[in-house]
C-alpha cells in the first residue's frame, strides 16, 4: 500500500520503520521543520533512505487548509495516512483524501483521555492502566472509530520516558531481552532494537544495553572471562572480540559495545577492565580540541561532566564533531563510535590526546617468536597465521614444518592455514576496507603509515636478509641489496603516490539545452588476495601489496608454502608500523586449499598471483566462475637473450651469466636460453665455463658465497631431471648438472650447448642455474626462433649497433627487453608480459592506480537569471583488463 506518514519524534520514526518493514510503500513523509539546525528523528531517517521528506511549518492559516501545501501532500498519491504523534493541526482535505482515510497512533486507551499529552494525564491521574489506541481519524477530537487497542500496567515509578520505551512503541515493542531463544533469535532482537529502544538486560545488578551483534560460527574457542546474565542457559564470555553470548540452542553471538544506565557506553571486550589510567595532563595546544562549544550552541558553558548527548546533539553532530577534529588534527583518526563510547567533555578529550600521543590504550601486539641465534644476531620469527591483527593458530591447531635448504633440517612449526581461516581473513579485510578506519583515511595519512612500514623493513633489514636465507636459501647479500632493500624501496614509492591517484575531465558533445560535463575518478576495489612465489619471498609480496594499500584496499596473502617467514615477519612489522587491524592477512598454506579458496570467495573482489602457467590457467577459470573477480597474472618464462658477434664480449659474458645464474637461477625473467651468433659461440662458451668454475656454492650467509641452495627437495629433484632429459636429447653437458654432495639442496651451475629448437630444454622453463646455449646465424632467424615460444615475459639483446638493438628490441615478443643488459628493474617502471607469461603490471605508475575507475557524466543545467541548478549523477564503471595490474578495475 502506498502510506504517507504524517507525524515527529522517534515514536514517529518506529512506526515508519515497521510500515516499511511490513512491505508497504512510503511515498511522502511529513514533520516538523528542522529545530535549532537538528531535523527531527522521522525525518532524518526518511532521507537516509531517500524517501520524500515535507517540513511544512503549518498546514492551515485562519482555518483554512494552504492550497500549496496540500497540492504537494495529494501529488504523492498516498492510499492512506498514518499519524503517529502528530502535533500539527491536519485540514480535513489530508485526512479524507486517500482511498483508505488516516489512522492515528495515540498514547492512551480512548476515550479516557484524549488531546495532547494524553500520557502524561494517564500519570497525573493515577491510572492502574496505560497503552495506546489506533483510530481512524474523522473531524473531531480522538472521536473516530476504534480500529486497535493495546493496554499495559503503569507501575508506581513509571515516567512517560519509562512508558514509551516498556510498552509505547509499535505493537508494544520493547527492548528486554527473553533469553530463552536460539542464538539467531537474540542475534535478530539485538540488531531490531539496534538504536531504539535498545535490547537490554539486567547485569551485575544494573541495566546493561547491547550493540552490535554478530553470529559466531564457532564458538568452542571463545577464550576469556565469565560473565553472570540472569536468565541465560550459561554464563557470557567476556573476549578481545567482544561479548560472546549463548542461545538456548548451544549456538553463540558476538556483542561488540555495551551501554549502561548513566548513558556511557564502552567496548563490550573491556566489561572487566579497571578503566583509564589517571588523566592525562593536557597542553594549552591539546586544549583546542574543545570544539563542543560551537556544537552545543544551547550549552552555556562546557564542564568536564558535560554530556554530548544529553546536552542534545544527534547523529549529525556526531559527524561534525568528528570531522572538525580531523580537520584541526588530521593525524587524529576518530570514528563515530569513538564519540558514543567517550560521552563526556573530559572522556572526550581525554581520548582524542591519548590517541595523539600513542596512548589511546591499543591491544599490545602479542607474537609467540621462534627465536634463532644465526649471522651474529638473535631473530625473531612469528610462525603464526596472522588474521585481524593478531597472530593466531591455524583452525584445528594444524602446523608443518618449513625446512632450511642450506641443510634440510627444520627451522619451526609454522600455522597451517584452513578454510575457514581463509573465511575469517576475508571478512577481515572486508570489514577493514567496508567499515574500519583504513577506508576512511585520509590518502597521505595512508601514505604516512605505509612510510612507517618501509622505515621499520629498513631498520630490520639484516634480520629480514637473514630469515630470507635460511628459509629461502638467497645468499645474505643478495637478500640484503634486492630481497629486501627492492621491498623498502616498493614501498616507498607506493606510499608516494597514496595522494596522486586522480580522475579526469572529459569533453564530450554540448548538446543543448543541457550544458554536460564527465569526468572520472579512482577508486579502491575492496579485498584483494595475492598469492606469491618462493624465489623472492618479501619482495614479490612488496611488488603486490604496496600498491593495493596504496590505493585503499585491503590484502589477504598466500605466501609460498616453502618459504611463509619473511612475510609473517612484514606482519609484525604492519601492526607496528600502525596499520589498522584486518588490512594485512597473512595465510601460509597449500595453494590447493587455501590459494584455491581464495579464488573462489565472493567477497575477493580482486586477485593477483606469480606462479606457473598451469596454476595461473585454473585460477584465472576459478575467479572467472566464481564472481567474475579481477585477475592479474604473472605466470611462466623462457625469455630469449640474443648476443650478437659485435657486442662486449667481456660485458655480455658477465650479464650473460647473471640472467641465468641470478639468485641461484630461480628467477621468473632468467634467460631460459641463449642464442649466441656463430662466429663467437665457441669463444663465448669458453668464457662461460671459466667464470662457473669460479663461483663459490656454499652457505648462504657466507659473505663469500656466489651460489646457494635451491629453495626446496622436489625443486632440485625437478632440475636433476631436467638434466637428464637434456643430455637424452642430444643436447652437450659441458659442465654442472648434478647435485652437489653436501647436506642442503645445492645444484650445480650448469651449461648446455648445441641445443636444438625441437628440444624439451629448449622449450621448457628450468627455474633454475641452467644455461642452455643454441647457435644463429642471421637476424630475422634468430628472432623467428626466439619468438617461436608461448611465453613473453622478458628478453634481451647484446649489440654494439644501435640500429640492430631496435630493430630486435622491437620486433621480441616480451613484456620487457634489455638492451646490453638484463635484471635491472626498477619500481617506477611496469613489469609485466603477455601471451602465456600473463597479463597485468607490477610497479611503476599504471599499478599505483589499484582502483575501479568511474566514470561520472554530470547533466547541469544552468538558470542564468539565478542559483537555481540542478545535478543528475550517472556511474558507469570502466576498465582497461589487460593494461590493469593487481588491485586495479
Not at 178 to 197: F, M, T
Not at 302 to 309: A, K, N, P, R, Y
Not at 530 to 544: D, Q, R, S
Not at 627 to 648: Q, R
Request: with cysteine.
Amino acid at each position: 500500500m502506498k502510506i504517507a506518514v504524517i507525524g515527529q519524534s522517534v515514536f514517529g520514526q518506529e512506526v515508519y520503520k515497521e510500515l516499511r518493514k511490513d512491505g508497504h510503500i512510503i511515498v511522502g513523509v511529513f514533520t516538523i521543520p528542522d529545530k535549532d539546525g537538528k531535523a527531527d528523528p522521522l525525518g532524518e531517517k526518511a532521507e537516509k533512505d531517500g524517501v520524500a521528506v515535507f517540513k511544512f511549518p503549518r498546514w492551515r492559516v485562519k482555518g483554512q487548509a494552504i492550497p500549496e501545501v496540500v497540492a504537494q501532500y495529494r501529488a504523492t498519491g498516498a492510499e492512506l495516512n498514518v499519524l503517529p504523534f502528530c502535533s500539527q493541526f491536519i485540514p480535513m482535505e489530508v485526512i479524507d483524501h486517500p482511498k483508505h482515510g488516516s489512522i492515528i497512533y495515540h498514547p492512551s486507551l480512548l476515550p479516557r483521555h484524549r488531546g495532547a499529552s494524553a500520557i502524561n494525564w494517564t500519570l497525573i491521574h493515577g491510572d492502574k492502566k496505560g497503552g495506546f489506541t489506533v483510530f481512524w481519524a474523522d473531524d473531531g477530537l480522538d472521536t473516530g472509530p476504534i480500529l486497535l487497542q493495546r493496554e499495559c500496567d503503569i507501575e508506581p515509578n513509571d515516567t512517560v520516558n519509562s512508558i514509551y520505551k516498556r510498552f509505547l512503541f509499535p505493537e508494544g515493542v520493547t527492548g528486554t531481552i527473553d533469553w530463552n531463544q536460539s542464538a539467531e533469535a537474540l542475534h535478530n532482537w539485538i540488531r531490531g532494537n539496534d538504536k531504539v529502544p535498545g535490547a537490554w538486560a539486567e547485569v551485575d545488578g544494573q541495566k546493561v544495553t547491547f550493540y552490535g551483534s554478530t553470529l559466531v560460527e564457532n564458538n568452542t574457542t571463545a577464550t576469556g572471562q565469565p560473565l553472570e546474565i540472569p536468565g541465560a542457559s550459561r554464563p557470557g564470555i567476556v573476549t578481545k572480540a567482544g561479548l560472546v553470548l549463548f542461545g538456548n540452542d548451544g549456538k553463540a553471538l558476538l556483542v561488540k559495545n555495551l551501554q549502561f544506565e548513566d548513558g556511557k557506553m564502552i567496548a563490550a571486550a573491556q566489561y572487566f577492565s579497571s578503566g583509564s589510567s589517571a588523566a592525562v595532563e593536557l597542553t594549552e595546544e591539546e586544549k583546542t580540541f574543545a570544539v563542543w562549544q560551537s556544537i552545543l550552541t544551547n550549552v552555556s558553558q562546557i564542564e568536564d561532566s558535560t554530556d554530548f548527548f544529553k546536552s542534545g546533539a544527534a547523529s549529525m553532530d556526531v559527524v561534525r564533531l568528528v570531522e572538525e577534529v580531523k580537520l584541526r588534527v588530521s593525524s587524529c583518526q576518530l570514528q563515530n563510535e569513538d564519540v558514543y563510547m567517550n560521552a563526556t567533555f573530559q572522556d572526550f578529550i581525554q581520548m582524542c590526546v591519548r590517541k595523539l600521543r600513542g596512548e589511546d590504550n591499543e591491544e599490545e601486539l602479542v607474537v609467540d617468536y621462534v627465536e634463532k641465534n644465526i649471522n651474529n644476531m638473535t631473530i625473531k620469527m612469528p610462525h603464526q597465521l596472522f588474521i585481524n591483527g593478531e597472530f593466531v593458530d591455524a583452525e584445528g591447531g594444524k602446523t608443518y614444518k618449513t625446512i632450511n635448504p642450506t641443510n634440510g633440517t627444520a627451522i619451526c612449526d609454522v600455522s597451517l592455514a584452513q578454510i575457514s581461516d581463509v573465511d575469517k581473513a576475508v571478512a577481515a579485510a572486508k570489514e577493514a576496507f567496508e567499515e574500519g578506519e583504513w577506508g576512511k583515511m585520509n590518502p597521505r595519512d595512508r601514505g604516512r603509515l605505509m612510510y612507517k612500514l618501509a622505515d621499520l623493513m629498513e631498520q630490520d633489514q639484516e634480520e629480514l636478509a637473514t630469515i630470507e636465507a635460511i628459509d629461502s636459501g638467497a645468499v645474505y647479500t643478495l637478500a640484503l641489496k634486492t630481497h629486501v632493500g627492492m621491498s623498502v624501496q616498493t614501498f616507498r614509492y607506493f606510499a608516494g603516490w597514496c595522494d596522486k591517484i586522480q580522475g579526469s575531465t572529459i569533453p564530450i558533445n554540448q548538446a543543448r539545452p543541457n550544458r554536460n560535463l564527465t569526468f572520472t575518478k579512482k577508486e579502491p576495489i575492496g579485498v584483494c588476495a595475492i598469492v606469491i612465489p618462493w624465489n623472492y619471498p618479501l619482495m614479490m609480496l612488496a611488488w603486490k601489496t604496496a600498491a593495493c594499500l596504496a590505493a585503499g584496499n585491503t590484502v589477504v596473502l598466500k605466501p609460498a608454502y616453502v618459504t611463509p617467514l619473511t612475510a609473517l615477519k612484514f606482519a609484525e612489522l604492519a601492526a607496528r608500523a600502525g596499520l589498522p587491524k584486518g588490512v594485512i592477512n597473512i595465510l601460509p598454506g597449500s595453494g590447493a586449499l587455501v590459494g584455491q579458496h581464495m579464488s573462489d570467495h565472493p567477497d575477493v573482489r580482486k586477485l593477483g598471483f606469480t606462479g606457473s602457467t598451469e596454476i595461473g590457467k585454473q585460477i584465472m577459470k576459478s575467479c572467472a566462475i566464481s564472481n567474475v573477480k579481477k585477475v592479474s597474472l604473472e605466470l611462466g618464462g623462457k625469455s630469449p637473450l640474443i648476443i650478437f658477434s659485435d657486442c662486449d664480449m667481456d660485458k655480455a659474458v658477465r650479464m650473460g651469466m647473471s640472467s641465468v645464474f641470478f639468485n641461484k637461477g630461480e628467477n621468473c625473467i632468467a634467460a631460459g636460453r641463449l642464442f649466441v651468433e656463430d662466429t663467437i659461440h665457441d669463444q663465448f662458451v669458453k668464457k662461460v665455463v671459466e667464470e662457473v668454475k669460479k663461483m663459490k656454492i656454499g652457505d648462504p650467509l657466507d659473505r663469500s658465497t656466489d651460489h646457494g641452495p635451491q629453495n626446496h627437495k622436489a625443486h632440485l629433484d625437478k632440475l636433476v631431471e631436467y638434466c637428464q632429459t637434456g643430455v637424452k636429447e642430444g643436447a652437450t653437458l659441458v659442465c654442472g648438472g648434478k647435485q652437489v654432495q653436501r647436506p642442503g639442496f645445492f645444484f650445480e651451475p650448469t651449461v648446455f650447448t648445441d641445443v636444438q629448437d625441437h628440444m624439451y630444454i629448449a622449450k621448457e622453463e628450468s627455474f633454475g642455474p641452467i644455461m642452455i646455449i643454441s647457435k644463429f646465424k642471421g637476424v630475422d632467424d634468430v628472432l623467428r626462433r626466439a619468438n617461436a615460444t608461448e611465453y613473453g615475459l622478458a628478453s634481451g639483446v647484446f649489440t654494439r649497433d644501435i640500429s640492430k638493438a631496435l630493430y630486435v628490441s622491437e620486433r621480441l615478443n616480451a613484456g620487457t627487453v634489455f638492451v646490453n643488459t638484463y635484471n635491472k628493474t626498477d619500481v617506477a617502471a611496469p613489469f609485466g608480459g603477455f601471451k602465456q607469461s600473463g597479463f597485468g603490471k607490477d610497479l611503476g605508475k599504471k599499478n599505483c592506480s589499484c582502483y575501479s575507475l568511474v566514470g561520472i557524466l554530470l547533466f547541469m543545467h544552468f538558470n542564468w537569471g539565478g542559483p537555481s541548478h540542478f545535478f543528475f549523477f550517472f556511474f558507469c564503471p570502466d576498465c582497461d583488463l589487460n593494461s590493469l595490474p593487481l588491485g586495479i578495475c
